[in-house]
Each structure stands twice: as structure tokens, then as C-alpha cells.
């Protein structure tokens, strides 16, 4: 392969990264917090304004776990979480001993599917066991239906964790993903809109609740001269280091969202013409996608798969993936309620994700584009 590989997704540096790294060395705040954390988190508080309080991590699942502590989510609960979606989602309901309860996504946004969800609410209630919370995923960038999801859980009287891990930049209805539930929880992974190498965030509309989960961050030190712990803590928060990446990151955020929307219109234009497949895209108008993923479904009744396609653009050093593989089919987690129609597993046995990196060049495009025309046998 004398190409270079075109990876799905890569971050790309600003440029002003290593000011605020350097920054950090030269001041020897090499540790967890620090100057950086504190100004990261001012900066994402400023992006997301509507009196959101950020707490910055060293990983979102870190994120999603102490919001589950935070709502008091203990041994023997439920919590319910939709199945398409990455495992972090999930991970941390069994660090506190609790039961996920899963639930299938809808077709045209791929998220969770509003009738499923108040079915399998109806019938834990019934069973005894009221779920305490429900985590919600914005999936590939796409917001879920916020108004119908956030109507049942208000009905029921649950707390919502709205994982918007790879939702940063996008937005329902003018509002921000992240700021909608009781908890909003993003990500900073090397492959995501924005990255700190390593990291995450809470988001919260109480500065109180902030300064809570900086205690259980913190390893939840008490307010004495000596180490003295009254509450089990962890070791979560994002380092200095990290921060300063993250610093110089923010920058271009919206030049990032530009760009991953550009790429999803290089594949709408592509895949346009193609017959049995489909580009995943918002509804309507009310809910703006950052494209963090573009993704697409190919029929089963066609001559070609989408394995078929992977291992072309493999074939050509380019990288593909399959979309998440259902958390109700995952070894771990098959033996948990599930509710739904098999919408997620239609989903993952017809989907593929396309490289989507911001930086992925005009030649990068060219490349991708002859290997689809060429397996499609296009004219070009």
C-alpha cells in the first residue's frame, strides 16, 4: 500500500495547542487541575452559556459515572440506556451494581424510540423496580427528539443524563446539545470534534452540583488539614496538560463542525444517485448535526454489502467501520431487559461509517470517491 492511510476519524492541531502546554510546563502544573483545567472549563462554560457549570475529566465515561453517583444511583437500581450506542454509555451503570435496562432506537433518527422507552418505563414500574435514571445518546452528532424523550422522562419523574459524547456542536432547536438534561456529558478523545488527547466533561446548571462532583473527582478529600475521606472518590479530573490541548482545541471548534459538515455533503452528493443506499441525516430543520460521523445504510437486497464496501476501502488503506453493535447484543450486557423491535439491529447489519475526519484533504476525497465509483461501477 504505497498511500497513506485515511483513518475515520483523527483530530487535527490548531496551532495553539503547545502556547498553552508549554504554558503549563513552565509554571510546573504538570498534575490533575491547575490553571488550563480552570480555564477550559470557563471557555466551554462561555460556549455554553444558558447557566451551564462544566466539570472537565480525564474521560466521559468518568463523566457519565459520577452523574450516575450524583443522582444516587446504588446496587439493585435500573437504569435505562439506548442500546445503539458506544459501551461507555452503558459501562458505568454496572460500576455502581445497577441493572441497564435497554431500549431500541427509532428509525429516522436512530436514537432512542420514544415508544419504547415509555413502554419499558410502564412495565418496570409495573415489575417493581421505577427506573432512577435514563441515558439518552445523540448518536453520531444526530440530537434525539429532545421534546418527546424529555416529556416522558418529565411524566415519570426521571432524571435524564444526555450523553452528547460525540455531539459537541451540534443543537436542537437553537440549543446546545449537553444542556439538556440533568446531567450532560461530553467527550474529548483523540477521535472526537474536539480533542484534550485523553478526557471528558460534566455539564450541569448548579454550581453547587459542580463543586460536588470536583469532590468525588477529587477522591473526595474532606475539609481538613490531614487527609480525611468520608465518601468514596475517584481519581477523575482532567489534567493540566490535557487542559492546555483542549485550550488551543476550542478555538476551532466551529471550524471542525464546518468541515465534518462538508464531508456529510461530499457523501450526500456521492451516495444521491445510488440505489439501496441511504446517507443518515437529521429529520428536520429543528435538529443541526455536527456530522461527527458520516454514516450510511445499504440494503441487504442488493448485490453488495456494506462488508463489501469496508473491504474495498480497505483494500485502498482507508478505514471503515461498521456502526456501534447494539449493547443488548454485546456478551456483557445480553442477559439485561431489552425493549424494542430490532430497529438497532437492522441498523448495525446494514451500516457503515465513512472516514470523517476534519482534517481529510481534497485528495484524501478523490481517493474515497474512486474506491466507491470504482464498487458501485459509476460513471464518474
Known amino acids: 500500500m504505497s498511500n497513506k492511510r485515511i483513518f475515520l476519524s483523527l483530530s487535527q492541531q490548531s496551532g495553539f495547542e503547545q502556547e498553552y502546554v508549554q504554558k503549563a510546563l513552565d509554571t510546573n502544573w504538570i498534575t490533575s487541575g491547575g490553571p488550563n483545567v480552570d480555564d477550559f472549563e470557563s471557555s466551554l462554560e462561555n460556549y455554553f452559556a444558558d447557566k451551564s457549570f462544566v466539570t472537565a ?201 464546518k468541515s465534518k459538515r462538508e464531508i456529510h455533503k461530499f457523501y450526500k452528493d456521492i451516495f444521491s444517485n445510488i440505489d439501496g443506499v441511504e446517507i443518515f441525516e437529521v429529520v428536520n430543520e429543528d435538529h443541526f448535526s455536527n456530522y461527527w460521523l458520516s454514516t450510511i445504510l445499504i440494503e441487504t437486497n442488493i448485490q453488495k454489502n456494506k462488508d463489501d464496501l469496508r473491504l474495498a476501502l480497505e483494500e485502498a488503506n482507508i478505514e471503515s467501520r461498521p456502526l456501534w453493535k447494539p449493547m443488548h447484543l454485546q456478551p456483557v450486557f445480553e442477559k439485561y431487559p431489552y425493549y424494542g423491535n430490532k430497529v438497532a439491529e437492522k441498523l448495525f447489519e446494514k451500516g457503515l461509517c465513512l472516514p470523517s475526519g476534519s482534517n481529510i484533504t481534497e485528495k484524501d476525497k478523490n481517493r474515497i470517491k474512486e474506491v466507491i465509483v470504482d464498487f458501485f461501477k459509476l460513471k464518474n
Open 57 to 257: 475529566l480525564n474521560s466521559g465515561t468518568s463523566a457519565i459515572h459520577l452523574a450516575l453517583i450524583l443522582l444516587g444511583i446504588k446496587e439493585n437500581d435500573e437504569v435505562i440506556c439506548q442500546s445503539m450506542t458506544f459501551s461507555a454509555s452503558a459501562n458505568p451503570i454496572l460500576y455502581q451494581g445497577a441493572t441497564p435496562i435497554f431500549v431500541d432506537s427509532e428509525e429516522d433518527t436512530w436514537n432512542i424510540c420514544p415508544e419504547f422507552l415509555e413502554i419499558a418505563i410502564q412495565d418496570r414500574i409495573k415489575k417493581g423496580k421505577k427506573p432512577k435514571a435514563i441515558i439518552t445518546v445523540h448518536l453520531y452528532g444526530n440530537p434525539y427528539k429532545v421534546d418527546e424523550i424529555h416529556a416522558i422522562a418529565d411524566r415519570y419523574d426521571i432524571p435524564i443524563i444526555e450523553d452528547s459524547a460525540e455531539a459537541l456542536g451540534s443543537s436542537y432547536k437553537g440549543k446546545k446539545c449537553g444542556t439538556f438534561g440533568t446531567f450532560g456529558v461530553l467527550s474529548f478523545n483523540g477521535n472526537k470534534i474536539i480533542t484534550t488527547s485523553s478526557g471528558g466533561a460534566l455539564l450541569t446548571n448548579s454550581k453547587k452540583v459542580k463543586e460536588k462532583a470536583i469532590f468525588y473527582a477529587t477522591q473526595s478529600k474532606d475539609n481538613a488539614i490531614h487527609y480525611q475521606h468520608s465518601e468514596i472518590g475517584y481519581n477523575y479530573r482532567m489534567s493540566n496538560i490535557c487542559a492546555g490541548v483542549g485550550l488551543g482545541q476550542i478555538k476551532i471548534l466551529d471550524q471542525n463542525v
